[in-house]
């Protein structure tokens, strides 16, 4: 005789997506990376700034913290895997990137706007371009991902 399964196992995160994407494999896992690096440098970057001269430079100070969350929630939802989360990465790369082309574009057309410089200003210079870089990779590897589990 076989046991019935018991009713109150949780499906796993891809069983109750109903897709299965598997985010971090291939070049999802260097982005995974890269973003968790960026995670920690903007966070550590912006509570330093936050906590020691926030009010030399409230907006730059700031939005270096909203890059930090953006950067982290990115990087849990790659981690997390599954069609929705796949879908809320994309959502946030593409915000990502409107937010370093609009400050990245602020802080070279004004540069006296920014008494102290952003993780987007400049497209990212202080950080290589990899702010510029990065959401672009993200959404190629996040629209092939579904192009894949279909």
Do not use: N, Q
Not at 59 to 88: D, K, M, N, P, Q
Request: charged fraction near 15%; aromatic fraction near 10%; hydrophobic fraction near 50%.
């Amino acid at each position: 005789m076989t046991e019935p399964a018991p009713a109150s196992a949780p499906a796993a995160p891809e069983a109750r997506d109903g897709r299965g994407t598997k985010l971090v494999k291939g070049p999802g896992l260097l982005l995974v990376w890269l973003y968790g690096v960026m995670s920690v440098g903007a966070v550590s970057r912006s509570l330093f700034h936050i906590l020691t001269d926030f009010d030399s430079a409230p907006l730059a100070h700031s939005l270096s913290a909203v890059a930090a969350v953006v950067y982290a929630f990115i990087t849990y939802t790659l981690v997390r895997g599954g069609e929705t989360a796949r879908r809320a990465a994309l959502v946030c790369c593409a915000a990502e990137l409107a937010g370093v082309l609009i400050v990245g574009t602020w802080t070279v057309l004004d540069p006296g706007a920014f008494p102290d410089s952003t993780v987007w200003s400049g497209y990212g210079w202080g950080y290589v371009f990899i702010p510029v870089l990065l959401p672009v990779t993200g959404m190629i590897w996040l629209r092939r991902a579904r192009a894949g589990a279909a």
